[in-house]
C-alpha cells in the first residue's frame, strides 16, 4: 500500500506537549502535515502552566525535517479555543485536522468528590473539545472539508472506580463526536471518537510500571492518523484502541419487550424485566431515527 501522507494538510493537536498528544504530533508531522503542537504545560491535575512542553516537541518535529508551531493557549475557554485555531490559520492559512487530546485528571471516590474536581474535569475535556471544535467548525465547514477526533476512554464507556468525574466528561465526548459527525457529513466533515489506552503520566498512577512501559503511545497514532487521512471514510466511529489492538464499538439493544401502552404497570414491567434485559438476539443500533423508530410503532 502507498504511504498515507498529509502534505498541504494543517493539524492542530492540543495536549500535544507529552504522552498520546506528542506522538500523534510526531507521526502527523514525519508524514507531511503542519501541525500546531498546543499545550498548557501544567501538571496531570491541571495545575501550572509553562511553553517547555510545547516548544520540546515542535524541536523534536522540526529536527526530524517536519514543519510545526507551538502554542500555549488553555483549551478550556473560548479564548483559549480560538486563539488555539488562530495560530494554525496565521501559521498556514487553514485547518484541516483537529485532534482533542489535552486532558488531566481529578480522581477521587464519589463520595469524596469536591465541585471544583467535577467542573474542572468537565471544562478540560467537554468545554475544551468544544472550544476547539466550535472555533475549527466554520472555517472547514466553508472548504467542505475536515477530520476531527475526540479523545473519549475506556473508563467513560464502561464506568471506573474513583472516576466520577472523568468517565462523566469522557462519555460526553461520544455523544459530541457522534453529533458532529451527523452534522459535518455533508461538508466532508468527519468526526471519530477514540478511547485509547497507552503509557503516560496520566497512567503513571494506574498501572504498573511493567505492563505500562509496554503500552507505547505510538502504538495508538497510527489509527488516529488514519481517521484524520483524506483515504478515510469514517466518521461517527468509536474506536478502543492501544497495544497493538483496534476495535469498533457499537450500540446494541436488546430485543426488549413491547406492551400494550394500557397494560404498562410497575409489575408488568418486573414480570417482563429478564426479556427486556435479555441479549441474547440484541440488535445494533445505527441511528436516532431507528431507536426511535420502535417506539412510534407502538403508538
Ligand atoms: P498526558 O498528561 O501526557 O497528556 C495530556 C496533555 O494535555 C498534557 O501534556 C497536558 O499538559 C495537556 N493539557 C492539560 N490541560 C490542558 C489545557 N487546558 N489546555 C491545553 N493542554 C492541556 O496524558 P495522555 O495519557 O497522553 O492523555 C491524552 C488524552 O488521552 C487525554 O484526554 C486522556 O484523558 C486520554 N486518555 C488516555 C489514556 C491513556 O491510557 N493514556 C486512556 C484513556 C484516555
Not at 516548544?55 to 522540526?62: A, L, S, T, Y
Not at 458532529?180 to 503513571?204: F, V
Not at 507505547?216 to 468509536?238: D, F, M, N
Request: net charge negative.
Amino acid at each position: 500500500m502507498a504511504d498515507i501522507r498529509f502534505d498541504g494538510r494543517v493539524a492542530v493537536v492540543t495536549g500535544a506537549g507529552g504522552g498520546l498528544g506528542r506522538s500523534h504530533a510526531l507521526l502527523l508531522g514525519s508524514r507531511g502535515a503542519k501541525v500546531v503542537v498546543n499545550d498548557l504545560g501544567g501538571a496531570p491535575d491541571g495545575t501550572g502552566e509553562s511553553k517547555m512542553m510545547a516548544d520540546k516537541v515542535v524541536e523534536e518535529i522540526q529536527s526530524a525535517g517536519g514543519e510545526a508551531v507551538p502554542n500555549y493557549d488553555s483549551v478550556a475557554t473560548m479564548d483559549g479555543g480560538a486563539g488555539i485555531i488562530q495560530t494554525a490559520m496565521d501559521s498556514y492559512g487553514r485547518i484541516d485536522i483537529l485532534i482533542n487530546n489535552a486532558g488531566i485528571l481529578r480522581d477521587v471516590s464519589f463520595l469524596k468528590m469536591p465541585e471544583e474536581s467535577w467542573d474542572i474535569i468537565f471544562s478540560v475535556h467537554v468545554k475544551g473539545s468544544f472550544c476547539c471544535s466550535k472555533a475549527t467548525w466554520p472555517i472547514m465547514r466553508e472548504q467542505q472539508y475536515g477530520r476531527i477526533i475526540m479523545t473519549s476512554s475506556a473508563a467513560g464507556i464502561y464506568g471506573n472506580f474513583g472516576q466520577s468525574n472523568y468517565s462523566a466528561a469522557k462519555m460526553a465526548l461520544i455523544g459530541l463526536g457522534q453529533t458532529l459527525a451527523l452534522e459535518g457529513k455533508k461538508y466532508s466533515i468527519h468526526s471519530n471518537t477514540i478511547a485509547p489506552i497507552a503509557d503516560s503520566r496520566l497512567t503513571a498512577t494506574v498501572l504498573p510500571d511493567d505492563i505500562r512501559k509496554k503500552l507505547k503511545p505510538e502504538y495508538v497514532s497510527p489509527l488516529v492518523a488514519y481517521l484524520c487521512s483524506e483515504q478515510c471514510e469514517a466518521t461517527g466511529g468509536l474506536f478502543e484502541v492501544g497495544a497493538g489492538s483496534f476495535f469498533h464499538l457499537n450500540w446494541y439493544r436488546s430485543e426488549g419487550s413491547t406492551l400494550k401502552t394500557e397494560d404498562v404497570t410497575i409489575e408488568n414491567v418486573a414480570e417482563n424485566f429478564s426479556k427486556i434485559t435479555d441479549m441474547t438476539n440484541a440488535k445494533a443500533m445505527g441511528s436516532i431515527q431507528e431507536s426511535t423508530m420502535s417506539f412510534m410503532a407502538n403508538l
